[in-house]
C-alpha cells in the first residue's frame, strides 16, 4: 500500500486518522482523493506511470500471480510473520494474527509480514483498497479488496470484494498502485 510519508510526500498532506507513523498505510482516502494523488504523480514524469489496478489484477496480485487449480482452493496467502515461528504456515486464521479481528485497532506498518511470491506486501486485512473497477450493479460504486484491520477475516480473503462510493472514505480504506514503464518515444 501507498504509505502516509509517500502520500505526504506528493500531495504536501496527511489524511490519516491513524497518523503518528509514516510506514503505516495512508487511509481515509476517497476514490476521487486518489485520482488528484495518481494526477500529481504521474505529472512528475519518471520511467513509470501510476494507476490503481483492476479488481482482476489486484487478486492476481494478491494470490501471488499464475496458479494451479488446487492452489485457488486457498482463500489467503501468508508468507509467515516475522515474528512468527511455527514451523508450517496454513490457509487458517488465528484470531492471534496481525490485524486480521481487529486485534490492533490500527493499521500496521506496511510490511509487518514477509512478501508473497511476487514480493507484494499486506494484500490481506491491513486497509481495504480502492481498485479502477466500477461495481457492477451500476452506478459509480468503486471496488475495494483485501479488508480492513476492522474487519472479520472472511472478508481479507483474495477473493472478498465489496464496493463503496467514489467520495468516501474512512480509516479502513487506503490505496495501492501499478506502475506501469512509461513508452519512450
Do not use: M
Request: hydrophobic share 30%; charged share 20%.
Amino acid at each position: 500500500p501507498v504509505t502516509q510519508a509517500e502520500w505526504q510526500q506528493v500531495i504536501g498532506s496527511n489524511p490519516s486518522k491513524y497518523s503518528g507513523n509514516p510506514r503505516y498505510p495512508v487511509e481515509s482516502v476517497s476514490w476521487n482523493d486518489v485520482q488528484k494523488f495518481l494526477e500529481k504523480l504521474n505529472a512528475r514524469g519518471g520511467d513509470y506511470s501510476y494507476r490503481l489496478p483492476t479488481e482482476q489484477e489486484w487478486e492476481y496480485i494478491c494470490r501471488g500471480g499464475p496458479i494451479t487449480q488446487d492452489q485457488s482452493k486457498y482463500h489467503y496467502y501468508f508468507a509467515k510473520s516475522k515474528t512468527d515461528l511455527t514451523p508450517n504456515p496454513t490457509d487458517d486464521l488465528a484470531k492471534k494474527a496481525n490485524y486480521f479481528d481487529s486485534q490492533l485497532q490500527k493499521p500496521s506498518e506496511v510490511g509487518s509480514y514477509l512478501p508473497n511470491p511476487l514480493g507484494i506486501y499486506d494484500l490481506h486485512g491491513n486497509v481495504w483498497e480502492w481498485t479502477s473497477s466500477l461495481w457492477v450493479s451500476g452506478g459509480s460504486g468503486r471496488v475495494i479488496r483485501g479488508g480492513g484491520w476492522n474487519t472479520v477475516a472472511g472478508y481479507c480473503a483474495a477473493s472478498s470484494r465489496d464496493w463503496i462510493g467514489p467520495g468516501s472514505s474512512g480509516s479502513f480504506l487506503g490505496v495501492r498502485l501499478l506502475a506501469v514503464p512509461r513508452v519512450k518515444e
